[in-house]
């Protein structure tokens, strides 16, 4: 390393060498894009202290774009996403989980991106016994495609069913990838998270070897749009990473769009946050939404969103997309559904809009990366990290403390019966 907050070619060529894992160099022969595990990610927060990054859920190239020169301005490590719900099989957003890799490689190269990059599988939703075995055969898949971190999120159904399918699918994960669970589905101040459901979880993964990098957690965020000012509450977030803190595990941070960024600094200097998701905000801002600080969208006195002239997407592709909207009675948080079919359209714009709106993107992150998170100059830090290790795979943070045999799956069930556990509603609360 050449200073605290540079790296010098000598040591880029290095990490470039021995930090990408696998899948990354079958694919990327020839690349300079420092596509890396999810856990160096996670180490550079670590190091640095009370830092958090972002988890740019790629719904666009735009979006892509825009993170990944933030990133770079910021010196920041960084983390590009992409969920079951907007890029699995039954995606409505054109990037997925298996063209992902391509694209942010592609970008990495073009513009000259050199801090390092994890790709994230973020709500890898599992809801049934079908869902456990259909993942078997896709997970492998995401990671041939070049993603290097995974969020296994079975927080819909039971605490013993989430624990079991946690176990039954960690042999698919490549050992070297970033590892996210989650307690609790994101819906917001109905169902939150509890001390005991997050050790159970956590506890019956490490009876069994399987030491994950992040938790998440229902700590008061809702997916897309926030329309009220509840939001993450700070303190339940703390007391849980608190009880949790023996098993080293970071927190990851999701619904972080309709949160101001005050709460979101609380966050990152109060918990063990590393990782934060922010979805919908980048969507709007890229299309050249009116939005607040904190990018939730601001709605005018009819419900309907305010486009900024000049801002964003032309004046007329903001008429075709209100218009498809309309047709498909598309509303609110469900303009996520225009991602899909207006992709292609939006690349085929010229070149002077299509960069005003990943610089609109751009702008944003940057922010919150230096401003809010405090992850600027966290880049180095990953990368000595990787040196340090010497390989693609810095290994675990934990250890493996419980007893397999207290964490069999009849005790598992038992123990599952014995905790008050309050879901919240039924109901969709896919990203």
Same mark, same amino acid.
């Given at each position: 390393m050449s200073g605290n907050n540079s790296v010098s070619p000598k040591d880029f060529e290095k990490a470039l060498e021995i930090g990408r894992p696998p899948n990354i160099v079958e694919l990327f022969p020839n690349s300079k894009a420092l596509i890396v595990s999810g856990k160096y990610i996670d180490r550079a927060m670590i190091a640095k202290g009370n830092a958090m990054t972002i988890a740019a859920n790629g719904r666009s190239n735009f979006v892509i774009e825009g993170a990944l020169k933030a990133a770079q301005k910021a010196n920041a490590a960084i983390i590009i996403e992409i969920a079951k719900s907007e890029g699995g099989a039954s995606a409505y957003c054109a990037v997925n989980?298996?063209?992902?890799?391509?694209?942010?490689?592609?970008?990495?190269?073009?513009?000259?991106?050199?801090?390092?990059?994890?790709?994230?599988?973020?709500?890898?939703?599992? /809801?049934?016994?079908?869902?456990?075995?259909?993942? /078997?055969?896709?997970?492998?898949?995401?990671?041939?495609?070049?993603?290097?971190?995974?969020?296994?999120?079975?927080?819909h159904l039971p605490d013993d069913k989430n624990l079991?399918?946690?176990?039954?699918?960690?042999?698919?994960?490549?050992?070297?990838?970033?590892?996210?669970?989650?307690?609790?589905?994101?819906?917001? /101040?109905?169902?939150?998270?509890?001390?005991?459901?997050?050790?159970?979880?956590?506890?019956?993964?490490?009876?069994?070897?399987?030491?994950?990098?992040?938790?998440?957690?229902?700590?008061?965020?809702?997916?897309?749009?926030?329309?009220?000012?509840?939001?993450?509450?700070?303190?339940?977030?703390?007391?849980?990473?608190?009880?949790?803190?023996?098993?080293?595990?970071?927190?990851?941070?999701?619904?972080?769009?309709?949160?101001?960024?005050?709460?979101?600094?609380?966050?990152?200097?109060?918990?063990?946050?590393?990782?934060?998701?922010?979805?919908?905000?980048?969507?709007?801002?890229?299309?050249?939404?009116?939005?607040?600080?904190?990018?939730?969208?601001?709605?005018?006195?009819? /419900?309907?969103?305010?486009?900024?002239?000049?801002?964003?997407?032309?004046?007329?592709?903001?008429?075709?997309?209100?218009?498809?909207?309309?047709?498909?009675?598309?509303?609110?948080?469900?303009?996520?559904?225009?991602?899909l079919p207006f992709e292609n359209k939006l690349l085929g714009q010229p070149k002077n809009i299509r960069q005003r709106m990943s610089k609109r993107v751009e702008d944003f992150i940057y922010n919150i990366l230096v401003n809010v998170f405090n992850a600027g100059d966290t880049a180095p830090l990953a990368i000595q990290t990787i040196l340090e290790a010497g390989s693609h795979d810095p290994g675990h943070k934990a250890t493996k403390i419980e007893d397999p045999g207290e964490w069999t799956k009849d005790k598992i069930i038992e123990k599952a019966a014995a905790i008050d556990s309050d879901k919240g509603p039924e109901g969709d609360f896919d990203d």
């Amino acid at each position: 390393m050449s200073g605290n907050n540079s790296v010098s070619p000598k040591d880029f060529e290095k990490a470039l060498e021995i930090g990408r894992p696998p899948n990354i160099v079958e694919l990327f022969p020839n690349s300079k894009a420092l596509i890396v595990s999810g856990k160096y990610i996670d180490r550079a927060m670590i190091a640095k202290g009370n830092a958090m990054t972002i988890a740019a859920n790629g719904r666009s190239n735009f979006v892509i774009e825009g993170a990944l020169k933030a990133a770079q301005k910021a010196n920041a490590a960084i983390i590009i996403e992409i969920a079951k719900s907007e890029g699995g099989a039954s995606a409505y957003c054109a990037v997925n989980y298996w063209n992902m890799a391509r694209q942010v490689n592609a970008l990495c190269n073009q513009l000259g991106i050199t801090v390092p990059v994890a790709l994230h599988a973020d709500h890898y939703g599992i /809801k049934n016994d079908q869902d456990v075995e259909d993942a /078997k055969i896709e997970i492998p898949t995401i990671f041939e495609a070049g993603l290097t971190s995974i969020a296994i999120d079975a927080s819909h159904l039971p605490d013993d069913k989430n624990l079991l399918a946690n176990l039954e699918l960690n042999s698919f994960i490549p050992d070297w990838a970033g590892l996210e669970t989650e307690v609790g589905e994101i819906k917001g /101040k109905e169902g939150l998270s509890t001390v005991d459901e997050a050790l159970f979880l956590i506890q019956g993964l490490n009876a069994h070897d399987i030491l994950p990098d992040w938790i998440a957690l229902n700590n008061g965020t809702t997916h897309g749009i926030e329309a009220s000012d509840q939001g993450i509450q700070v303190e339940l977030t703390a007391q849980i990473h608190e009880a949790l803190s023996k098993y080293n595990i970071s927190g990851a941070q999701h619904g972080t769009s309709g949160n101001n960024s005050d709460r979101l600094r609380a966050i990152t200097s109060t918990t063990n946050t590393t990782k934060a998701n922010v979805a919908t905000a980048l969507q709007m801002i890229s299309w050249g939404l009116e939005v607040n600080d904190y990018g939730n969208a601001i709605l005018d006195d009819d /419900k309907n969103f305010i486009k900024v002239e000049g801002q964003g997407v032309t004046e007329p592709m903001w008429r075709q997309m209100l218009n498809y909207a309309k047709a498909n009675d598309l509303k609110g948080g469900n303009f996520k559904k225009l991602n899909l079919p207006f992709e292609n359209k939006l690349l085929g714009q010229p070149k002077n809009i299509r960069q005003r709106m990943s610089k609109r993107v751009e702008d944003f992150i940057y922010n919150i990366l230096v401003n809010v998170f405090n992850a600027g100059d966290t880049a180095p830090l990953a990368i000595q990290t990787i040196l340090e290790a010497g390989s693609h795979d810095p290994g675990h943070k934990a250890t493996k403390i419980e007893d397999p045999g207290e964490w069999t799956k009849d005790k598992i069930i038992e123990k599952a019966a014995a905790i008050d556990s309050d879901k919240g509603p039924e109901g969709d609360f896919d990203d």
